[in-house]
């Protein structure tokens, strides 16, 4: 089990016998997209993503998050700048053999599902790599059953409603185990149930030390899942980078973005709170403290 | 049908559609017809949905072979018994619209009880030039995409639309719908082809074969099919 210190040191991981230094597993360094028709798709980013660490793009639509993970996956070629995957500069020489290790799932889960049945889709990404049949099916097999896709492996995905249309997707990418995940909205558009299993499955691949990337405009899922921030504008720059505490708790540096911090948060800042919670779970604490408490203000 | 071997299928009905394209036998196409729907009737498929699928080939090819037998409808011929029943043109129609009816409804039951990524591992396995598999391939996926595409754009139009359409305005919509249908398909295509290629498909996609085996059961649809073209030959000579 490996320990990361969230706080102070976030490079330094402790594996229960030896401190070990982090390496950046993405780092993107003055990046500039234009799309063809002239279109400003990211402006400047600057960003760095550890290994093993779990960040959120966040910022509101159109603010070139969908835009920055293709860009990470190869898939479009900078304008400008660097991007490094795994340590190396990312060009059309090794894209493929860095896109091996990544999974990338898209926004919408239809241009993910392209084949005729789901369990053709599962087996499409280890064929493409030359993976053992024996073992992929047992890979998609356990991907399947995590995911609760079970009964429906023989099924058409346009037969599946959109949060099962949206594990297929993410186990689409999973039986490939890549050690960094690239995930565009990934509880958009699902159901609650979809949501937590999908929750759950991404809390259980950042333990096992999976290396994740996700964007949301959804700051109420950023707590449970994210260690790390990093927040766009609508004018597709970087605005700001850090800990999740520390910008869910900044409401004028997200209301310049263009967004609101977690509900919960929200409600604690209006009542007056200087540090207020970021979850559910948090509140529920600070609201006992305050309920046995004499003086409310001061805990 | 769903059962067996995909290569043995695969090649049992191909023999049976290149069967129907050389015989001129309204008997033999007659048989292959109802071969197909007992195979389709005791593998479940539903006999309506092969019928409607296979139609859609049929009704464009009577449009398409009509006006061959109305033009040669002179050409009566006199036989011992007297006239013929039908001119020269509508039984050329007639065997015409059973062999297509038969080599469709073949293929439609290939398709229905296969599943078409198990076709390309079996075409592969035939040794099938690499660059043709490619092809069926691509226009599989993105006819599928697109047909789905389309789909949707009809839907969300049909639910703002509040009154009956003029003729003038159904062919303008409808160019509107031609002209977005075309925009958001190339948008489709481009995204398809980057989920495509992020989970490293490069020019030439790789599909794991099937789990062959041949059973009883292959061994009978082989004999049910030896018949078949034999019964063809026979009554071709």
Known sequence: ?299 | MQKLDARVKLLGLTSLIVLTVFTKSAVVQLSVLLVCYMLSYLSGISLSRLASRSLVIIVPTFIIALPRAIFSFNTFSVNALGFQPFSNGLSFLIVFILRIAAASTALVLLISSTGFSKILSCLRWFKVPKLLLWIMAVTHRYLILLASELHRLALARESRVYKDLGIREVWSEGGRMLASFLMKSIERGKRVQMATVSRNGGTFLKFYYPNFKVGVEEWLFVALIAVLIFFGMVMNI
């Open chain 1, 1 to 299: 089990m490996v320990i990361r210190c969230t706080h102070c040191c976030p490079h330094i991981l402790w594996d229960g016998d030896e401190y070990l230094t982090s390496k950046p597993v993405v780092k993107v360094e003055e990046l500039q997209y234009i799309y063809q028709d002239g279109t400003v798709g990211v402006e400047h980013a600057n960003l760095v993503v550890d290994e093993g660490e779990c960040a959120a793009i966040v910022g509101p639509n159109g603010s070139g998050k969908s835009t920055l993970l293709l860009l990470m996956d190869g898939l479009l070629k900078p304008t400008k700048g660097r991007i490094h995957i795994f340590g190396e500069p990312l060009n059309e020489k090794n894209a493929k053999r860095l896109r091996r290790r990544i999974g990338l799932l898209m926004q919408n889960p239809d241009d993910m599902l392209f084949n005729n049945t789901v369990l053709e889709d599962l087996e499409f990404g280890p064929a493409q790599l030359d993976m053992p049949k024996d073992e992929v099916e047992l890979s998609i097999d356990r991907v399947a059953r995590r995911l609760g896709l079970g009964n429906l492996l023989n099924k058409p995905p346009y037969r599946l409603s959109e949060g099962e249309k949206q594990r297929a997707a993410l186990a689409s990418i999973l039986v490939t185990e890549p050690d960094l995940l690239l995930l565009d909205e990934p509880t958009a558009q699902v159901d609650l149930d979809s949501k937590r299993m999908i929750l759950h499955i991404l809390n259980e691949l950042k333990a096992e030390g999976k290396s994740i990337i996700f964007t949301t405009h959804d700051l109420n899922l950023v707590p449970y899942l994210a260690s790390k921030i990093i927040l766009v504008d609508r004018s597709k720059r970087v605005k700001a980078e850090g800990s999740v505490r520390t910008i869910l708790q900044d409401i004028h540096l997200l209301q310049t973005c263009g967004l609101e911090p977690p509900d919960i948060t929200k409600l604690f800042i209006d009542l007056g709170f200087r540090e207020p919670p970021l979850t559910i779970e948090e509140g529920v604490e600070a609201l006992t403290k305050i309920l046995t408490c004499s003086k409310p203000r001061g805990c």
